[in-house]
């Protein structure tokens, strides 16, 4: 495997991948940094394009929460579903438009946005990619407001440079209260690249691998790696540590959780992932609820948006009501006695 393989799929011989049924995730095509020398780490002059139902966003909105830098840089929110045959530009694209309806609530969604950052109130994340040449249109995005240039669109780069420089970037908590998602330590870090492959490939990328193939031995072979990762992450947390590598909460918990957070009231359907439900895992579960309830993390995402995305692009566009049992979610990940 290589080393990348936390970060990006292995693109080898994708086409022929893809023709047989597989989902190959691409590569994301611009990689600065924070700290180049064309970017340096400043308060106030960063922004961020997401889509709150996109898991790769979601890590990015969570770093944000976690480290304290909501009001150092600003974030725009496409709305949940693309664009349909009938868009003029074309279909399959992040829009930024407030005023369209969720089929799921009747109405529109607060946390959608305009775009803001460009000063031209684009529609499109397309847009935002146009104005530097390039074709690529997924989110999420980070963009410097004073060069108006995309800095990154990989989410597992943009995390790792948030913590990096987080005090540089304006974080408003104290020191004592910021996590430091990936430790100095050597020996830590070595664990967190370590985990965070082992969730990337079998969970992360792997529900996409499950939910996305058409091929039924694709599928399967998805399905039961993705469960037997779960397994294993359910072993490992019946020690009593309250994170995945001991007592505090890294880099490698905050990729984990988006796609724990789907599973029970999106992925375990839509991904055809029904092996079980994560409330099946008492540890697991319990370790969501703790995720959950650190400062900033229940306002990093959204529910609504996740199940409005995923089966709003569905054959028929309906959106489940469910799962109403315990109880209706996310309200069930401040239970953690629900997994007794």
């Known amino acids: 495997m290589s080393k990348d393989a936390a970060t990006q799929e292995d693109q080898t011989k994708a086409s022929a991948r893809r023709a047989r049924g597989e989902f190959v995730r691409g590569v994301s095509g611009f990689r600065h940094a924070i700290g180049d020398g064309d970017f340096p780490a400043e308060p106030n002059r960063y922004h961020l394009f997401v889509a709150l139902n996109c898991p790769w966003c979601h890590r990015v909105t969570l770093a944000r929460a976690v480290l304290g830098l909501q009001d150092s840089i600003t974030l725009d929110v496409a709305f949940p579903n693309r664009t349909g045959e009938d868009d003029p530009v074309g279909p399959n694209l992040w829009e930024f438009a407030p005023n369209r309806i969720a089929t ?44 108006q240039r995309i800095v990154s669109n990989e989410s597992a780069e943009i995390i790792r440079m948030l913590d990096q420089h987080t005090g540089a970037l304006g974080s408003a908590l104290p020191d004592a209260r910021r996590p430091r998602l990936f430790p100095d330590d050597p020996a830590l870090r070595a664990k967190i690249d370590a985990l965070n492959e082992r969730i990337y490939v079998a969970i992360n990328n792997g529900a996409y691998k499950a939910g996305f193939s058409s091929d039924q031995s694709v599928y399967q072979a998805a399905f039961d790696t993705y469960f037997d990762a779960l397994g294993f992450l359910e072993g490992l947390l019946s020690d009593g540590r309250d994170f995945l590598l001991g007592h505090a909460f890294t880099e490698a918990d905050l990729r984990l959780f988006p796609t724990l957070y789907r599973h029970d009231p999106v992925y375990y359907l839509r991904m055809k992932l029904n092996g079980a439900r994560i409330l099946d895992y008492p540890h697991l579960w319990r370790w969501l609820c703790r995720v959950y309830a650190l400062d900033g993390v229940a306002d990093a995402g959204s529910l609504v948006h996740c199940r409005q995305g995923y089966f709003g692009r569905s054959w028929n566009g309906v959106v489940p009501a469910g799962p109403r049992h315990p109880m209706p979610y996310p309200e069930a990940y401040l239970h953690p006695e629900l997994a007794e």
């Open 104 to 147: 799921l609530t009747g109405a529109t969604l607060p946390e959608c946005t305009t775009e803001t950052a460009t000063g031209r109130g684009l529609r499109l994340a397309k847009e935002v990619y146009r104005q530097e040449g390039s074709e690529e249109q997924s989110v999420p995005i980070l963009y410097d407001k004073r060069t």
